[in-house]
């Protein structure tokens, strides 16, 4: 069975940090482009960062740049978000997703995980 597994959510005041962890199962991670997509409560999912295996690349959407820093471990098959200097605005289901290599992170999506919850209190 193909899928993602997220881990690594939870609560944390502002200012401080997590890091999430998406493993894949079924799949080569090395195969895909991954990427973070988080929804807040009453928002649209908007995208956070992409790792693209293709040419190694990696993306951030500006309202996390120089907070949060997205890896990968392809021996562990798995892609982690650090997140720093966490902000309530932050608050959010975190998810992550993959599509094959090469067609990044903005559409051709074919597997999601299934969330984790990140709050950020004031």
């Known amino acids: 069975e193909v899928q993602l597994v997220e881990s690594g959510g939870g609560s944390v005041q502002a200012g401080g940090s997590l890091i999430l962890s998406c493993t894949a199962s079924?799949?080569?991670?090395?195969?895909?482009?991954i990427g973070w997509f988080r929804q807040a409560p009453g928002k649209e999912r908007e995208g956070v960062s992409c790792?693209?295996?293709?040419?190694?690349?990696?993306s951030y959407a500006d309202s996390v740049k120089g907070r949060f820093t997205i890896s990968s471990d392809n021996a562990k098959n798995t892609v982690y978000l650090q997140m720093n200097s966490l902000k309530p605005e932050d608050t959010a289901v975190y998810y992550c997703?993959?599509?094959?290599?090469?067609?990044?992170?903005?559409?051709?999506?074919?597997?999601w995980g299934q969330g984790t919850l990140v709050t950020v209190s004031s």
């Open positions: 790792d693209s295996s293709s040419d190694g690349s990696t």
């Open positions: 079924g799949f080569t991670r090395g195969d895909y482009d």
């Open positions: 997703a993959a599509a094959r290599s090469g067609y990044g992170c903005d559409d051709y999506l074919e597997v």
